[in-house]
């Protein structure tokens, strides 16, 4: 069976950044990850050098920012009020935070703080980074009507985003 749109897919994957050589992630020694294809469930870049493999195939790929988690963009690195963290003792850097936004939450990461001016990156952690992924696939079958309908697998290693 071949990866299309609507097969659920299963697979082992290690992912390095190409610019430090570091392993970032990777399924090794642990269960493979499942996904529905077609469906934005993973990064486009991977999405797309994963269509038309079978099982067995084993790659490599290497995706460029903007097919995985996109450019580095300085705009999104904003200074804010330390007031703004009602709550929390202690403003850190490497703190990470969920801000509830008009286009839904969004992830920020402290970066700094000064006397009551705390810097906050909203960008994701591997955007700006170009990524190498090694992929084996493991398995391919046919989504079930419910997880089309809900655009993403159910039971095993389903990730819900």
């Known amino acids: 069976m071949t990866i299309a749109q609507h097969k659920v897919v299963t697979i082992h994957y290690k992912v390095v950044d190409v610019a430090s050589g570091e392993v970032i ?49 300085d705009e999104r690195i904003q200074q804010v009020p330390v007031a703004a963290f009602e709550g929390v003792e ?36 591997l955007a700006g980074k170009a990524l190498a992924f090694s992929v084996k696939v493991e398995s391919v079958r046919d989504a079930s009507e419910e997880e089309l309908a809900h655009g993403h697998v159910h039971g095993e290693g389903g990730h819900h985003h």
């Open 90 to 125: 202690q403003v850190e850097p490497g703190m990470a935070f969920t801000a509830q936004t008009e286009h839904g939450p969004i992830n920020l990461i402290v970066t700094a703080v000064e006397e009551d001016i705390v810097t906050v990156d909203a960008n994701h952690p």
């Open 25 to 73: 992630d990777s399924s090794e020694g642990g269960a493979p990850m499942t996904y529905l294809h077609g469906f934005q469930n993973i990064i486009p870049g991977l999405e797309q050098a994963l269509e038309g493999k079978v099982v067995g195939d084993e790659f490599e790929v290497q995706v460029e920012p903007a097919d995985a988690y996109g450019e580095y963009s």
